[in-house]
């Protein structure tokens, strides 16, 4: 047997590559849940978002008839529920908490199958084990812009989500998003390494893919059924997929969404008039102004801003766009996804919550980490170094709230003990004193 000190090197650079990202996706949500002097944490959006998740799983009884867990005698109406569900049935059939199930055993197993995916589909786009590792990289730490504007504003590497979108290293911190996300992989991994036949397996993977993607999170059915739409267009024989999918998903998507239609306002630049006017943003209240100006200085507005929302949610993954040209399918795919993704909260916003919208942009983000890979891949070395590199500066800049010793929320002592004590009761209504801001003060 020859020692070959090369692929020893490669083997040991992949393992910390995996190690580093692998660490990176699950540390803003590992921690939660857990055990503190004071009750237990939750660290990040946790305290919110997680709670919410938790709440929800332990109601669920009845998966097509779920129970509103804070407001008794309301069903929960327009929500994508699907992983909500898949916890609450595990949690039934094997016992494991749901709070370990949703901060522990989900993060650890869907980063494993998220890396996994990533590094097979840039290898097999480049045909390099490079092009593995780097869109492994970009789909864990990839970010926006919102760095440098905090690097001169503040002195700091913050402001991921300064433009707006959520980026790669907050992925674990929306799971059904996650979810999504490894089904989306997994479905461009199948369609890539089948171009002309598929195995009647992975027909059955690629409709329970469509069916379940809509009530997982909806905004990812956009992607997911342009790319296989797009596909099909060479591969017509399984058109019968796209059909039968889609019409389960609609009866499926209809049972939780009865009333989605009205979901969605016509609200054009809603997104780029907040991110001047919120002081949590970009906020240059002075160009702000421009937007209720003339029309002259509003059409000025809106030519500056909106380059500025795309330029710094996109960030380096603009750099791939010559990478997007029309070349194959998925070259088409992709930026048909990327465009359909983008254009959507630049003209709506969704009803109730504003700014919810903007999830349809973390797809498309996601989705340019591809041609990115595949643009750096073939750049010169030191240029893809640098760039990868960078990712490390607001990376380093956010992971610190995650390891500090006292959560930003947690559950006291004293509640825990009432709500296991409530367990041990008959189910019922438990009534809350009305919320009162004047009475909270003092």
């Known amino acids: 047997m020859v020692y070959n000190p090369s692929k020893m090197v490669k083997k040991i650079v992949l393992i910390l590559i995996f190690v580093l990202c692998f660490i990176t996706q699950i540390l803003p949500v590992i921690r939660s849940g857990t055990q503190i002097d004071t009750g237990i944490g939750f660290w990040g959006p946790n305290g919110h978002d997680g709670v919410w998740h938790l709440s929800l799983i332990n109601q669920i009884d009845n998966p097509f008839k779920i129970n509103m867990p804070i407001f008794s005698g309301e069903v929960l109406k327009n929500y994508h529920p699907f992983f909500d569900i898949i916890l609450s049935v595990i949690s039934k059939l094997t016992s494991i908490s749901p709070s370990i199930l949703l901060f522990q055993l989900f993060p650890i197993v869907s980063t494993i199958l998220y890396l996994i995916l990533s590094y097979k589909i840039g290898k097999i786009l480049t045909k390099s084990d490079l092009g593995g590792f780097i869109l492994v990289v970009l789909n864990t730490l990839n970010n926006s812009f919102g760095w440098i504007v905090n690097f001169i504003k503040y002195h700091n590497f913050e402001g991921e989500s300064l433009f707006w979108a959520m980026q790669s290293p907050s992925n674990q911190l929306n799971p059904p998003y996650v979810l999504s996300l490894v089904l989306i992989l997994f479905l461009i991994y199948i369609l890539l390494s089948n171009s002309h036949k598929l195995s009647k397996l992975n027909q059955i993977y690629i409709s329970l893919i469509l069916i379940f993607l809509p009530v997982i999170k ?72 421009l937007a209720s100006s003339t029309i002259p200085k509003q059409i000025l507005f809106y030519l500056i801003g909106t380059p500025v929302f795309i330029f710094g949610n996109f960030a380096f993954r603009l750099l791939a766009l010559k990478t997007l040209l029309p070349k194959n399918w998925f070259n088409n795919s992709l930026s048909i996804s990327v465009l359909v993704l983008t254009i959507i909260p630049l003209f709506f916003i969704q009803s109730g919550t504003s700014w919810n919208t903007i999830q349809f942009l973390y797809y498309a983000i996601f989705l340019m980490n591809i041609p990115l890979a595949i643009y750096l891949a073939k750049s010169n070395k030191f240029i893809t170094v640098i760039i990868l590199g960078i990712q490390l500066l607001p990376l380093f800049a956010s992971l610190p709230q995650y390891l500090g010793k006292n959560p930003p929320a947690y559950l006291p002592s004293l509640e825990l003990n009432c709500l296991n004590y409530l367990k041990t009761q008959p189910k019922s209504i438990i009534l809350t004193y009305p919320y009162d801001p004047y009475i909270i003060d003092k």
Request: charged letters at 10%; glycine letters at 0%.
């Open 218 to 289: 909806a905004y990812s059915a956009i992607p997911a059924y342009i790319i296989f739409s797009i596909y099909l267009l060479k591969n017509k024989q399984y058109f019968k997929i796209l059909i039968i999918s889609l019409v389960l998903s609609i009866l499926l998507f209809i049972q939780f969404n009865k009333n989605s239609s009205s979901l969605l306002i016509w609200q054009p630049f809603w997104f780029i008039r907040s991110l001047f006017e919120s002081t949590d943003k970009l906020y240059i209240s002075r160009f702000a102004n």
